[in-house]
């Protein structure tokens, strides 16, 4: 028997609802979402930007 909870409006199941009331959830989501903000190192971005080069070149 499949133990799936319904989705309520909005396509969020009641697990998934439950889970963004959780505060550990909450600040976890708030770190991933300050480091995700944090602009990429400039040795990294000149890298990429010889990868987008070498690519053009093939």
Do not use: H, S, W
Request: charged share 40%; aromatic share 2%; proline share 7%.
């Amino acid at each position: 028997m499949d133990k799936m909870k319904p989705e309520q409006a909005g396509g969020v199941t009641e697990a998934e609802d439950d889970l963004r009331r959780d505060p550990l959830i909450g600040r976890l989501k708030t770190m991933f979402d300050e480091v995700a903000a944090e602009p990429l190192p400039t040795d990294l971005m000149r890298l990429l930007q010889q990868l987008d080069e070498a690519e053009r070149k093939r």
